[in-house]
């Protein structure tokens, strides 16, 4: 395959809703630049990016996927991501493998969630900014209006460069109004008379803009009044790069009209890896602005692991700096480990050509790395460079995963590591206080779609179910207790007493043992039995099945017997006295409580501060952001498990939340009571 400089080379990320025409807008792109020879659709099941049998089903994009095409003399790698909220996690990992990020807009839908969370991620990146309004073909289209949404929602400003010919079923070409030509999918032409005027004022608009952000073009337009082509050029490419403009083009993914005018302007006006130098990186610690060249250290962005059942993982790279040869080992700085380059391809949807060596400015693939997953860094052995990471959001949703059939309860953790390697928004982890196996991501789609490839890539059938909260149980005063364990069963028999005195601890203090055993009444070998079968008890709980925390438990007398007494006679003893003494001083239960920050539009206030204290959380303050409120929430585990579909339902989905655990508190009586019975039940059964 040709070998491209980095001015020649254009990396570009596809984002925005759920139906905005991302992935047409990729094949048309592919089917004009004869890259694929027939043109997919997604009702057909048969496009390049969405090739997963999950995607084909559900006809929408459900993971991240990598695409390339040559135009003119320029090579375009594309990302494609999908829409979907669920999936936001795919678009943050891979706004640093690239230069350029399209925000593919519905041209008749507006301003959607999906678009608004994907411009969201973008707040403090520095990647070129690109509007690309699609299906401008279609009934009620509106360039203008949907430029104006994006404005008055996200707070900047998309400066056309290519204005739509006609509208709706009479959409034909584009204007581009730098050079000032007609654009048709049949060649160029004289921009039509009805246009003249408006053409002339988004140019001159541009030109505004573009000077604004230089300077030298600033005195220039300031002097003549107007920029010449090669000036706005250079200044464009300049002023995207550095994140300061944002530009707009408009075309229909279905008809392909627009879309040849904009792969022209890709490689005429946007930003190649050359311009995008330094980039920030880390070098022992600190932040440093790196220089990337075909030439230089070796630098590289592991952004997504793709699972392939028969081919093993496919780690999709963005190399920055330096090259990447077949056999070449290299280094992992945040798994410490070595990894040696075996196949390196380039990737068009599943499909992949062979490549000896992958070069700076890049995308590319590897596959079987052993050590290698999503969000690491490429580097040389005993350099000391890495990436700084991209932040992933905090679980929303949480469900309890079991194998359906015991049989495949061992199976299920491989697999399910495998899958999750897929999307770093998604976490696993073995609740300690429940024991259950906990899976929690950004929403159900995500969740269900974890099920699906569970059972289709490696036969293993599971479900999910409500997880259990993970209460605990403590006391509120102090009390005594004595217990005496005598067995007498012919032969030895078993004998222990011990007295307790049992205080409640500060929250978060634990468990304190205290030996105050004096006079030989408990020989000493025996006081660590007494400790363990409190611990033991601890674990399991006393009046509702969970552990028991903060608690001081001090043995003070009790006595032995010669022959009779054993260290599981003491265990037992201590156990019961316990059990006994933790009744005595009015135990309650515990539970989580996260501190959450919600985050909705100011128009859904009202319902949403109601919700929450139907829900026992307690607002502790608000700021407005935007159009935006910001409200800091404290709210129980127990209610913050179903925040998530009821937050979408109340704000149309406009609505999200982080959160992170706060601290344990009493649960009310009523509460307490309904635990504590359902368990009994649950043991009696």
């Not at 505004?208 to 490419?237: H, P, S, V």
């Not at 490689?267 to 220089?291: C, H, M, Q, W």
């Not at 265990?571 to 009744?583: Q, T």
Request: glycine share 8%; net charge negative; proline share 5%.
């Amino acid at each position: 395959m040709k070998e491209y400089e980095l001015k020649k080379m254009r990396n570009l990320l596809f984002m925005g809703a759920s139906g905005a025409g991302k992935t047409s807008l990729a094949e048309q792109i592919f089917f004009l630049t004869h890259t694929i020879n027939r043109l997919g659709r997604i009702d057909e099941g048969n496009t390049v990016m969405d090739f997963d049998p999950e995607e084909i089903i559900k006809k929408m994009s459900l993971g991240l996927s990598v695409g390339y095409a040559h135009h003119k003399d320029c090579k375009i790698n594309i990302i494609d991501v999908p829409g979907s909220p669920d999936f936001i996690g795919e678009t943050i990992v891979a706004i640093p493998a690239v230069e350029n990020v399209v925000m593919v807009v519905n041209g008749t839908a507006g301003y959607e969630v999906g678009l608004e969370l994907a411009i969201e991620q973008l707040e403090n990146e520095k990647a070129a900014k690109i509007v690309l309004v699609n299906r401008m073909d279609n009934e009620h289209a509106d360039f203008q209006k949907t430029l104006e949404t994006i404005y008055d929602n996200a707070g900047f400003n998309p400066i056309p460069v290519h204005i739509p010919i006609g509208k709706e079923s009479t959409f034909e070409g584009v204007v581009d109004i730098v050079r000032q030509k007609a654009l048709l999918p049949d060649g160029e032409g004289d921009i039509p008379a009805d246009m003249q005027s408006m053409v002339a004022e988004s140019r001159q608009k541009l030109m505004e803009a573009i000077a604004e952000t230089d300077e030298e073009l600033l005195n220039e337009f300031l002097d003549k009044g107007e920029l010449t082509e090669e000036q706005m050029i250079k200044g464009m490419r300049k002023a995207l790069a550095n994140g300061e403009i944002c530009v707009a083009f408009a075309c229909s993914a279905l008809t392909g009209v627009g879309v040849m005018a904009f792969l022209d302007a890709v490689e005429k006006y946007l930003p190649s890896p050359e311009d995008t130098n330094p980039i920030p990186v880390i070098r022992k610690g600190e932040a440093e602005d790196f220089i990337a060249s075909p030439e230089g250290e070796l630098l590289g962005y592991v952004f997504k692991l793709y699972a392939d059942p028969t081919m093993g993982d496919y780690a999709y790279i963005r190399l920055f700096s330096g090259s990447l040869r077949t056999g070449m080992e290299f280094y992992i700085p945040e798994k410490m480990a070595k990894e040696r380059a075996g196949n390196i391809y380039y990737m068009l949807g599943k499909s992949r050509d062979d490549t000896q060596e992958l070069r700076a400015g890049e995308i590319g693939a590897l596959v079987k790395l052993k050590n290698t997953r999503a969000l690491n860094t490429i580097i040389s052995q005993g350099s000391n460079l890495s990436l700084r990471m991209p932040e992933l959001p905090t679980p929303t949703y949480w469900q309890a995963i079991t194998a359906l059939n015991q049989s495949d309860e061992e199976k299920i953790s491989n697999a399910l590591q495998k899958v999750i390697a897929e999307d770093p928004t998604i976490r696993f982890e073995i609740n300690k206080e429940t024991h259950e196996n906990i899976i929690s991501g950004l929403g159900e789609q995500q969740l269900q779609l974890v099920l699906r490839k569970l059972k289709n890539r490696y036969k293993v059938d599971a479900m999910l179910k409500a997880p259990r909260i993970p209460y605990k149980e403590t006391i509120t005063t102090s009390g005594e207790a004595q217990y005496r364990h005598k067995k007498q069963t012919g032969g030895r028999g078993q004998y222990a007493e011990v007295y307790f005195r049992i205080k409640p601890l500060e929250r978060g203090e634990g468990f304190k043992f205290i030996n105050s055993i004096v006079g030989g009444v408990i020989p000493s070998n025996f006081i660590p039995a007494i400790e363990k079968g409190v611990l033991e008890t601890m674990e399991k709980g006393i009046i509702a099945g969970y552990p028991v925390v903060d608690v001081s438990v001090e043995v003070y007398y009790g006595s032995y017997h010669e022959v009779d007494s054993s260290e599981l006679a003491f265990k037992i003893a201590a156990s019961m006295c316990f059990k006994e003494g933790f009744k005595k001083c009015k135990p309650i239960l515990l539970e989580p409580i996260h501190e959450l920050t919600v985050i909705v539009p100011t128009e859904y206030m009202g319902d949403v501060m109601g919700d929450i204290s139907t829900r026992r959380g307690r607002i502790m303050g608000m700021e407005q952001h935007g159009k935006k409120q910001h409200l800091t929430v404290q709210m129980p585990v127990a209610e913050m498990y179903s925040y998530y579909p009821a937050l979408k339902s109340l704000t149309q989905g406009r609505g999200r939340f982080t959160q992170k655990f706060s601290h344990y508190e009493k649960v009310p009586e009523d509460i307490t009571a309904k635990v504590i019975s359902a368990w009994q039940e649950n043991e009696n059964s």
